[in-house]
């Protein structure tokens, strides 16, 4: 019988892993899958550990700054070292890398705010928020997660993808029900105009103008939404801020596309 290589051994060792770190994995998946803060009860039985066992890898992912407990509830969420690791995995991606600096300076030039959304299994979320003009009654950052029905940023996440990828938020958001049938008639028309609109939704006086960011393939890739005080802005169809936002998705998408084949053209043959 033939002995293992010396690179099959190796391969082995470097295939082998630690137990420990892949159980504290399964305790961060738990608290991303929920998007909330959470007790630790909640997240032992969501990972499947016992709340002593859960207990001690809470205090070693707290101590690398991977998760904090708040002081007033107990409750953990996010630690600052998680939140810079998501950022860098923001960083490498080429839809977010062009989009910020063009939205930067879309809201400088408008005068209005602009705000990049990720489509994410929990809806659509913000991930960049670029202030202009005056403050607005209405509580929007970094992390907010936007109704899909009520806001103009979430019909445009529902109407550029398949409905089995936000059905499942639909009915948590709506749990008496509610007439989704109408609903996808109203995503037609989102589609058709491939802009959507809010006005003193859903928070009064606040109005904005949202569109989608597709790859080549079709796949939403990020919502770019403007937003302003209902009465201060141009909420048209054609006005000048609609047409400032199409031309800066224009834009990102042109940057993008450039980007992919020049990636192409270097791979190897």
Same mark, same amino acid.
């Given at each position: 019988?033939?002995?293992?290589?010396?690179?099959?051994?190796?391969?082995?060792?470097?295939?082998?892993?630690?137990?420990?770190?892949?159980?504290?994995?399964?305790?961060?998946?738990?608290?991303?899958?929920?998007?909330?803060?959470?007790?630790?009860?909640?997240?032992?039985?969501?990972?499947?550990?016992?709340?002593?066992?859960?207990?001690?890898?809470?205090?070693?992912?707290?101590?690398?700054?991977?998760?904090?407990?708040?002081?007033?509830?107990?409750?953990?969420?996010?630690?600052?070292?998680?939140?810079?690791?998501?950022?860098?995995?923001?960083?490498?991606?080429?839809?977010?890398?062009?989009?910020?600096?063009?939205?930067?300076?879309?809201?400088?030039?408008?005068?209005?705010?602009?705000?990049?959304?990720?489509?994410?299994?929990?809806?659509?979320?913000?991930?960049?928020?670029?202030?202009? &003009?005056?403050?607005?009654?209405?509580?929007?950052? +970094?992390? !907010?997660?936007?109704?899909? @029905? *009520?806001?103009?940023? /979430?019909? $445009?996440?529902?109407?550029?993808?398949?409905?089995?990828?936000?059905?499942?938020?639909?009915?948590?958001?709506?749990?008496?029900?509610?007439?989704?049938?109408?609903?996808?008639?109203?995503?037609?028309?989102?589609?058709?105009?491939?802009?959507?609109?809010?006005?003193?939704?859903?928070?009064?006086?606040?109005?904005?103008?949202?569109?989608?960011?597709?790859?080549?393939?079709?796949?939403?890739?990020?919502?770019?939404?403007?937003?302003?005080?209902?009465? &201060?802005?141009?909420?048209?169809?054609?006005?000048? +801020?609609? !047409?400032?936002?199409?031309? @800066? *998705?224009?834009?990102? /998408?042109? $940057?993008?596309?450039?980007?992919?084949?020049?990636?192409?053209?270097?791979?190897?043959?």
């Amino acid at each position: 019988m033939a002995e293992p290589s010396d690179s099959t051994e190796s391969t082995e060792r470097a295939q082998r892993g630690i137990q420990s770190v892949e159980v504290g994995g399964r305790v961060l998946r738990a608290l991303a899958d929920a998007r909330r803060p959470m007790s630790l009860a909640d997240l032992a039985a969501a990972a499947q550990l016992a709340p002593g066992q859960a207990h001690t890898y809470l205090v070693s992912l707290t101590r690398l700054g991977l998760i904090k407990r708040d002081h007033i509830d107990g409750y953990y969420e996010p630690g600052p070292l998680a939140l810079r690791l998501g950022m860098l995995h923001l960083d490498h991606d080429p839809a977010y890398r062009a989009a910020v600096p063009r939205v930067q300076a879309l809201a400088a030039r408008i005068g209005f705010s602009v705000a990049i959304s990720l489509p994410t299994p929990q809806g659509p979320t913000i991930v960049h928020y670029a202030h202009a &003009g005056t403050p607005l009654h209405v509580n929007l950052h +970094v992390g !907010t997660v936007m109704a899909l @029905a *009520a806001t103009a940023t /979430g019909r $445009t996440y529902c109407a550029f993808q398949p409905p089995g990828d936000w059905q499942a938020i639909w009915a948590r958001q709506h749990p008496q029900g509610a007439d989704l049938p109408a609903f996808l008639r109203q995503l037609d028309d989102i589609r058709a105009r491939g802009m959507e609109r809010s006005i003193d939704s859903p928070s009064p006086a606040v109005s904005s103008l949202a569109v989608p960011l597709q790859d080549g393939e079709g796949a939403l890739r990020l919502v770019l939404t403007v937003i302003g005080s209902t009465g &201060g802005i141009d909420v048209d169809w054609s006005g000048p +801020v609609a !047409t400032a936002l199409r031309d @800066a *998705a224009r834009d990102i /998408g042109t $940057t993008i596309a450039a980007a992919f084949a020049a990636t192409i053209d270097k791979a190897p043959a």
